[in-house]
């Protein structure tokens, strides 16, 4: 099983960046797929998390209204568009997957993880 993530770069504040993760090995429809972060000296925090299916979503409330979680099972990938960032959201973004049933917030929980795409926001 690999989870791929891309599409990190540097941006200024007020931009907007698309990530992707990328499935293989799994069949990709039958994980919800989150999304964490990582900032330097913090812990691994979560960011938001979308449905086998794709109908629901969860967010944390420090990007609620400015990323939106999105997949295409046919591409077996998920996407995380991200606007009006700010330098706060600068960190390593991980994709993970995760067989439950239920939207999955904790990190412990998720049984694959994607090697993570750095994304910097400049002030």
């Given amino acids: 099983v690999q989870l791929q993530a891309s ?7 007020g931009g907007s960046l698309r990530l992707s993760c990328a499935g293989s090995g799994l069949t990709f429809s039958d994980y919800l797929v989150g999304w ?3 900032a330097p000296g913090k812990e691994r925090e979560f960011v938001a998390t979308i ?12 990007v609620k209204g400015r990323f939106t979680v999105s997949r295409d099972n046919a591409k ?7 606007y009006s960032l700010k330098p706060e959201d600068s960190a390593v973004y991980y994709c993970a997957a ?11 929980t998720y049984d694959y993880w994607g090697q993570g795409t750095q994304v910097t926001v400049s002030s």
Avoid at 98 to 108: C, I, V
């Fill in 76 to 82: 077996k990938t998920v996407y995380l568009e991200m």
């Fill in 7 to 13: 599409g990190g770069g540097l941006v200024q504040a």
């Fill in 51 to 62: 449905s086998k299916g794709g109908k629901n979503a969860a967010y944390a409330d420090s």
């Fill in 36 to 38: 964490f972060r990582q």
């Fill in 98 to 108: 995760d067989r439950s049933q239920y939207l999955r917030l904790g990190a412990e």
